[in-house]
Nanobody, 125 residues
C-alpha cells in the first residue's frame, strides 16, 4: 500500500514559481523502489502527464508544455518527490497530482494504482 500527500500549491502571478512536494508512505516496499510522476487536471479537461522521475532520480521526462520550466527531483531519504515550477503561465492552472509505480512506463502512462489527493495551482495573468 502506498499513500501519497501533495502540498505546496497556491495562487501565484504569471512568471512566478512554486515548488510542489509529494510525501510517500509505502508499506512492504521502500520509497526508492518506486518511479514517481506528476499529472495535472484543469477544469473541463482530462488529466495529463506533466513529469516523471526514476527511482534514483537519474532519469526524468517532461511534457512538451512544461519542458524547460519544470524540474522533477526526489529525496529518497525523506520519501519525498518535488516539482519545481518556474515561469508559470495561466495555462498551468490545474490540480496537480503525484503518482507512484514500480514500472516507470506505467507512471508515464498514468496507469497506476496510487494517487494523491491533489493540490491546486492557480496562476493569475
Amino acid at each position: 500500500q502506498v499513500q501519497l500527500v501533495e502540498s505546496g500549491g497556491g495562487l501565484v502571478q504569471a512568471g512566478g514559481s512554486l515548488r510542489l512536494s509529494c510525501s510517500c508512505a509505502a508499506s512492504g516496499r521502500t520509497f526508492s523502489m518506486y518511479a514517481m510522476g506528476w499529472f495535472r487536471q484543469a477544469p473541463g479537461k482530462e488529466r495529463e502527464f506533466v513529469a516523471s522521475i526514476s527511482w534514483n532520480g537519474g532519469n526524468t521526462r517532461y511534457a512538451d508544455s512544461v519542458n524547460g520550466r519544470f524540474t522533477a527531483s526526489r529525496d529518497n531519504a525523506k520519501n519525498t518527490v518535488y516539482l519545481q515550477m518556474n515561469s508559470l503561465k495561466p495555462e498551468d492552472t490545474a490540480v496537480y497530482y503525484c503518482t507512484a509505480a514500480i514500472n516507470p512506463f506505467t507512471v508515464r502512462a498514468g496507469q497506476t494504482e496510487y494517487w494523491g489527493q491533489g493540490t491546486q495551482v492557480t496562476v493569475s495573468s
